[in-house]
DNA sequence: CTGAAAGCGCTAACAT
DNA sequence: ATGTTAGCGCTTTCAG
């Protein structure tokens, strides 16, 4: 434990027969400190191993700079991109980041919020539980003028900033180019239809349905927790319906490669029988045969930009206040799993 | 930003005509301060929105609470899950944790080290980056008495403490598995031999082989990165083989995966050509085809019994400096890519 | 270009 | 059971 003396800007000063205020303004490059003593006082901190006390300069200055990730879930490939785009811009920028993840429950968000709300984090970037439905815990931050960037689950809660993808146009174009294969009943499994991301797809689907003149069929859509289980079940589930659905629009693609595994166990053929696609891009689509169709969802990009946004404004180059929602690029990619019509060449590889 | 006041003690304790020392007692709940106030601060408290300030804390009282996690990588299921694993328990202990990734690269390990020392975390987690040979960025903390645990990829450092898996039993049972199932010729690939997770593996393969009494073959030893593209490359170099190894024991499951892809679009038969045994038990080995016979690696158990080692440490409970090594639970589990001779019942349920 | 000094909010002796 | 008070290390006026 022996933790030995720190050393402190009036060691320094001490040392060098000058005041702590020039050494202060010297340990934060004021060009107002001569070259001469500026080097001096470095060379000095070096040498005696001085580090500075974070917790003093925040008390004087009360800036963290440390902005707090709020995640529903921490084990999903998605949430980890999006934290590993958050991280790089943020370490980039100074900023450290401290997560809390909710597991999906709204006590344990509204706990986290407190928690990140005390430490007094200068910024927050989060995605919405499951079940959360009362979003009085981001005023806390709003009334403080504490900003606050969503992604990915969002809710709009007093003019916040939000990124997200197009999950309307996601959805219709997952079903469209079902339709497009010559799908007639499309299939729909996805996840909890209040939250925004669900909805929209949902709302994308129905629209190509429409669109195409197919009749909407509520028992098609199976609304579960996204789990390798719902998969199964979900799979289970069609393999007792007759006719059988001839197409199936997945919101997840874990969800769907356990759905197509089921299915050829069971002698249903994809794309042949069901043509499926899902949502995400997982590295895990590639891999599975048939590969799978799925929806391109930048996770690093969304955390990029969304870490972006929020520390522009900390440090003054931007308004957020005035963005209200930023839509990140995303779409289709067509591999095996969706094709009953052309069997493109060269799919294979990628 | 129109950030209004904020509330302390000394608000408190004006409004209440008693001293801060009152309050501050009172406020961690130090029982020597009687119910009736206790109960009128708490109350007044709560009514006024008072909140902590952890930086004054900390500098007076030169405890963080914050735990650093050093991660070589971020977008691995593997650091994810033991992420979420020290999470949990940091979270259930009040601890703040704040991560820093290297990206594989030594020089931003060293940053990140002297960030967190800077920032003077109470304790550190962490894994080696790909290129790291030299351990000084870690005597920082063992100088002043911070306690680091090492977890996968470790390095015995100043008696620092270790939390791992038995990568040499790992790469032998593996090994020897492939052996019983008839393999003669087995190929390993696997990441740079000068950590101790791969030269451990590495050295159960050999010893599997030498009490077998089945010759090393050196090109059959396959060093690379553990990316897609590696079990792509490796795949093909065993094409060119002749004759061609007839099993692989392949230290990565998405390697793996990419690997057996490359090969059945060769038209070689897994597991009959080439039995193949992954590492990790990523969610990908049971879904892909065949499903992939592995090395169970519980990343978060790992996460858990570090963070806790180093909690109960930091609060007195045990001192970790008695703990040289952790070694946590694992082995292999068989599904069909290995299964070369029996065809066992049931094994593609899960 | 440099110094002196006040004060950020809290804790922990040391009183009472 | 409660109060007084001296810092913790830093930044930032205000004065030279």
Known sequence: MSKKKEITIYDLADSLNISVATVSRALKDDPV??????????????????????FARNLRVR?????????????????????????????????????????????????????????RVDGIIASLAFDTRNYDHFKWFSDKGVPVVFFDRVERVRGNTVVVIDNYRCGYEATRHLIEQGCRRIAHVTSNLARNVYTDRFKGYRAALDEAGLAFEDHLVMV???????????????????????????????????????????????????????FNNDAIAHLI????????????????????????????????????????????????????????IGLGKK
């Open 63 to 119: 800036e963290t700079n440390t902005i707090g990730f709020m995640i529903h879930e921490l084990k999903s490939n998605f949430s980890n991109a999006v934290l590993s785009g958050v991280e790089k811009i943020a370490t980039e920028a100074g900023y450290d980041l401290i997560i809390a993840h909710s597991a999906e429950r709204y006590e344990k968000e509204v706990a986290n919020a407190r928690n990140l709300f005390n430490k």
């Open 33 to 54: 400190v001569s070259k001469k003593t500026r080097k001096k006082i470095f060379e000095l901190a070096e040498k005696m191993g001085y580090r500075a006390n974070h």
């Open 289 to 344: 045969e048939p590969s799978l169709t799925t929806v391109n969802y930048p996770g690093i990009e969304m955390g990029e930009v969304a870490a972006r946004a929020l520390i522009n404004h900390l440090k003054g180059a931007s308004d957020i206040r005035q963005i209200d929602t930023v839509i990140i690029n995303s779409g289709l990619i067509v591999r095996r799993s969706s094709l009953k019509k052309k069997p493109l």
């Open 224 to 278: 579960d927790n996204l789990s390798e289980n719902a998969g199964i079940s979900s799979a289970e589930k069609i393999l007792g319906m007759q006719p059988m659905p001839d197409g199936a629009f997945i919101t997840n693609d874990f969800v769907a490669a356990a759905f197509i595994k089921t299915l050829k166990e069971n002698q249903v053929a994809v794309p042949g029988d069901i043509a499926v696609v899902g």
